[in-house]
């Protein structure tokens, strides 16, 4: 059985940054697809960053280019997102998604098969 369990949550200020982690049990990672997703209050879930297992590539959202960074470390079954410069306007829900079939449709999270909890970033001004 598939299970994600994100962690690093936290409130900061403006400016700050944070490390979430996605750690994942019972996952075959070969050539997947692994995301980020974030939900705010009374927003649509919108996708952030997406990496595929296999090769690497890595897919931004604009709001967040240049300041997150994605990436996957497969010895610890680990999937990261380094926020760098936070705003307000990151204070969501984010949660990991994995998906087996997700082509290139990577913010499509209908495409994903697996979900966290979530965890809360909050950024105040």
């Known amino acids: 059985q598939v299970q994600l369990v994100e962690s690093g949550g936290d409130s900061v200020q403006a400016g700050g940054s944070l490390r979430l982690s996605c750690a994942a049990s019972g996952y075959n990672y070969k050539n997947n697809c692994l995301a980020w997703f974030r939900q705010a209050p009374g927003k649509e879930r919108e996708g952030v960053a997406s990496?595929?297992?296999?090769?690497?590539?890595?897919k931004y959202a604009d709001s967040v280019k240049g300041r997150f960074t994605i990436t996957h470390d497969k010895a610890k079954s680990t999937l990261y997102l380094h926020l760098n410069n936070l705003t307000p306007e990151d204070t969501a829900i984010y949660y990991c998604?994995?998906?087996?079939?997700?082509?290139?449709?990577?913010?499509?999270?209908?495409?994903?098969?697996?979900w966290g909890q979530g965890t809360q970033v909050t950024v105040s001004s």
């Open positions: 990496i595929y297992t296999g090769g690497g590539s890595t």
């Open positions: 998604a994995a998906g087996t079939r997700v082509g290139s449709s990577v913010f499509s999270s209908s495409k994903y098969n697996y």
